[in-house]
């Protein structure tokens, strides 16, 4: 048999989630739960985020759903013996999910199941039908790209052979061109799974979504070996999908762990690190446009969710980091993934991407549908996120300094509809739907739905002026983060990194990117107002690479 080595750090409390907590699993008062993840520059595990459940301010009792994370030098090493561990936990959960169960909890277990069936049905049954025996398997299904197979994937396919693992290899490719998380590039995944064993995908945003899709739908664990920091999907538990040319978010679960080595993350090229920090800077106004939601509609809002995102946001603007991260530091790689991987487990905590995707993903998303509409090639995501960041953070400062004046010259009363006085015909139903369908031609079917779904809500918008003092009052708080946003995107030239994309495109993705989502945002009460026109306009004759 062979001799397994202690993976060292991997079941400790040290440096873990779970490290403030009470052994109640509750926050011990005064303190928050991520502060050893959001500001410990050493850490390297967290371990047993699943068993992390506490009661949060916001009134809500939050869980994480994936089990480990591992950032540290060396960590590919780590693989064999996280696997193992991982499938010792599933033998467990067979195991106790054969013990007899009281009346309440076989229902509450009936319930739960219902809701997860209900957000994704498994396209292979008889797969998970196969769970008891699925956990002593030793087969892992190896999925990778032929980039992130000479990245990592071939490293990784040699080092679990030698701990006596089957591994069967799915190489995705699509000639000389990058791979599109399509149903094609699903269907090639699962076609390649004849029976039930690990997914572990290796690569960032496109092979992560694919696998954890396949894993939802087949009710397969998996895990993936990070390639590259350029985004925040990997704790996340959606996954994106381009169907008919529009690209549709759904709920799929998150990977069980999340295994990063900064010496792999290194490799990869520049735009790819450019990316992720391009999609972490979108959160300054994500984070934004969720204050937003909260103070106009009394949106739901979590200050845990908030914190694990800003604290890194904040660190990634200091001085140095961009000299380090263009040294590929290792500690600044690993402050850049932890960033990351922070944002996905917000929206774990909240059940949604509301913290860390806003106005500035929604111009992202309409320039990646142009792209495949008229086949004009795109950059990364996180770089449309950080050009889309760049037009939304200087919306809310422009708001800060002139608009927020504009809407409070002279109020009647403090209860004034001061936002409804400003609207007129251009924000009708009937306008706004002719504006959807010129801009989305034939992909105008989920823009026009939300729009139905929406409307009730947006057009009894009502801004009385204390609303608008708050909001004031938190856009000031931001705005240094939005400054050194759109200072570190124009020093880092991200328009450049899109050169394809001409003026009149990129106005188009800004003036109708927020009807893609139903989420209520910056631009969405720009257009309101009647400035969002103007306003594009205005920061188009910048010249943001100058």
């Not at 950032?71 to 499938?87: N, S, Y």
Request: net charge neutral; charged share 25%; glycine share 6%.
């Amino acid at each position: 048999m062979r001799e397994r080595k202690h993976l060292n750090g991997i079941n400790s409390d040290t440096n873990s989630g779970s490290n403030n907590l009470s052994p109640s699993g509750s926050a011990p008062p005064g303190s928050e739960p991520f502060d050893s993840i959001s500001s410990n520059p050493d850490f390297s595990v967290f371990s047993s985020l699943s068993q992390t459940e506490f009661d949060c301010s916001c009134g809500k009792k939050h869980r994480f759903e994936v089990d480990k994370i591992i950032i540290r030098d060396k960590a590919l090493a780590d693989l064999p013996e996280l696997m193992h561990i991982q499938i010792q936990k599933s033998m467990k959960k067979a195991a106790d999910n054969t013990c007899p169960k009281s009346e309440q909890q076989t229902a509450q277990d009936h319930e739960k199941k219902s809701a997860q069936e209900s957000n994704s049905k498994p396209l292979f049954p008889f797969i998970q039908g196969k769970a008891i025996e699925l956990t002593g398997s030793q087969l892992v299904y190896l999925i990778c790209d032929d980039n992130t197979y000479q990245a990592a994937a071939q490293q990784a396919l040699k080092i679990l052979q030698q701990s006596d693992f089957n591994v069967e290899l799915i190489r995705l490719s699509s000639g000389d061109k990058p791979i599109k998380p399509t149903p094609t590039m699903l269907y090639h995944i699962l076609q390649g799974i004849s029976q039930p064993g690990w997914l572990l995908a290796c690569g960032s945003g496109t092979i992560n979504d694919l696998v954890k899709f396949a894993a939802s739908r087949t009710g397969l664990p998996s895990g993936v070996l990070a390639t590259a920091p350029s985004m925040d999907g990997y704790t996340s538990g959606v996954a994106s999908l381009v169907v008919e040319g529009v690209k549709q978010t759904t709920p799929t679960g998150p990977h069980n762990f999340i295994l990063a080595d900064p010496e792999i993350l290194a490799a990869a090229p520049e735009r790819m690190i450019l990316a992720g920090v391009g999609d972490l800077l979108g959160k300054a106004t994500s984070l934004l446009d969720w204050h937003l939601r909260r103070i106009i509609f009394d949106d739901y809002f979590c200050k845990t969710a908030e914190a694990l995102i800003r604290k890194p946001l904040e660190n990634l603007l200091a001085d140095n980091f961009t000299r380090r991260l263009r040294q590929r530091d290792s500690a600044a790689l690993k402050e850049l993934t932890r960033g990351l991987l922070n944002s996905g487990l917000a929206m774990q905590l909240v059940g949604s991407s509301s913290p860390a995707s806003g106005s500035e993903h929604h111009i992202s998303h309409f320039l990646e549908m142009l792209g495949l509409r008229e086949k004009i090639p795109m950059p990364l995501h996180g770089i449309k996120v950080g050009i889309g960041t760049y037009f939304t953070a200087g919306f809310y400062l422009r708001l800060l300094e002139e608009g927020l004046e504009i809407l409070t010259a002279d109020p009647i009363t403090a209860d004034s509809n001061l936002v409804q006085a400003f609207t007129g015909s251009w924000n009708s139903k009937e306008t706004r739907q002719e504006r959807i369908i010129q801009a989305y031609g034939s992909r105008q079917g989920p823009a026009i739905q939300n729009l139905q779904e929406r409307w009730p809500r947006e057009s009894s918008l009502s801004i009385s002026l204390a609303q608008l003092k708050e909001l004031k009052s938190k856009i000031a708080e931001f705005k240094p983060l939005l400054e050194k946003a759109r200072q570190y995107l124009k020093r880092n030239k991200y328009f450049d990194l899109a050169e394809d994309i001409s003026d009149e495109q990129l106005r188009q993705a800004v003036l109708y990117g927020f009807e893609i989502r139903q989420r209520f945002t910056i631009t969405t009460l720009l257009y309101q107002l009647g400035w969002l026109e103007d306003w594009t306009d205005s920061l188009l004759a910048e010249s943001p690479d100058s």
